[in-house]
């Protein structure tokens, strides 16, 4: 059973494309986070969702928004892609702020 | 501030004993996160040290001083499997998590 799972792994696309990545967890947490991670290796928060509701909202492109249907699922939506946004975004979950359990990473390239 | 620091890289020998330093600045955290991370793959945890001392699991243990700004990673009787990516992180009272740049380590035979 994967606890936290996200897809696609890979993600190749366009510049000026909106693109989606989905984000699930099994462990019944009611924190779910998103990170990304650059290529010097930057493992930098953007959004946390605690019961739906947003509880940090870091001071990333309102070109990026986190949406959560339920306290399982966080997805991450991407508006308008740009060359910067390649990297390796990590989904995270965790019960209130203990250990955070981390999602395998979505590799997205923005050509 | 809620910076923190850490060394880039190091190299300890198989068997041996190797300390990870972390520095941060004082104001904000309530406590401090060790992960490892593995080239291409995801991190996972290792300790939550939220009060002075030392928390030892197994060959890994962390030690804090809150007062002081500082925590460190002990790895004992280093395994090759034990080459990655440490990583330090602050957690501000669940308002944030700011990770430090991690330390990357070489196990050598």
């Known amino acids: 059973d994967t606890a936290v799972s996200q897809t696609p792994k890979y993600l190749v696309t366009q510049m000026g494309n909106d693109k989606s990545i989905k984000c699930e967890q099994n462990?019944?947490?009611?924190?779910m986070y998103w990170y990304k991670q650059d290529s010097k290796k930057f493992l930098k928060i953007m959004f946390s969702?605690?019961?739906?509701?947003?509880?940090i909202n870091e001071t990333v492109p309102n070109r990026f928004s986190p949406k959560s249907p339920d306290k399982a699922h966080l997805n991450l939506h991407i508006n308008s892609l740009e060359l910067g946004d390649s990297a390796v975004y990590f989904c995270?979950?965790?019960?209130?702020?203990?250990?955070?359990?981390f999602g395998p990473g979505t590799r997205l390239t923005v050509l | 501030g809620q910076n923190i620091d850490q060394p880039t890289e190091m190299t300890a020998t198989e068997g041996a004993i190797v300390q990870i330093n972390c520095t941060y600045q004082?104001?904000?955290?309530?406590?401090l996160f060790w992960y490892q991370q593995h080239a291409g793959e995801a991190p996972t945890f290792l300790s939550y040290?939220?009060?002075?001392g030392l928390e030892e699991k197994g060959r890994f243990s962390s030690f804090l001083s809150r007062s002081k700004g500082y925590s460190y990673l002990l790895l004992k009787e280093l395994q090759m499997k034990d080459s990655a990516s440490y990583l330090c992180?602050?957690?501000?009272?669940?308002?944030?998590?700011?990770f430090g740049p991690g330390t990357r380590l070489s196990v050598l035979p």
């Open positions: 462990l019944g947490h009611d924190t």
């Open positions: 992180a602050g957690d501000n009272y669940g308002q944030n998590f700011v």
């Open positions: 004082t104001s904000g955290f309530n406590g």
């Open positions: 969702y605690n019961n739906k509701e947003l509880i």
């Open positions: 040290n939220v009060l002075d």
């Open positions: 995270a979950s965790s019960q209130e702020y203990d250990e955070q359990f």
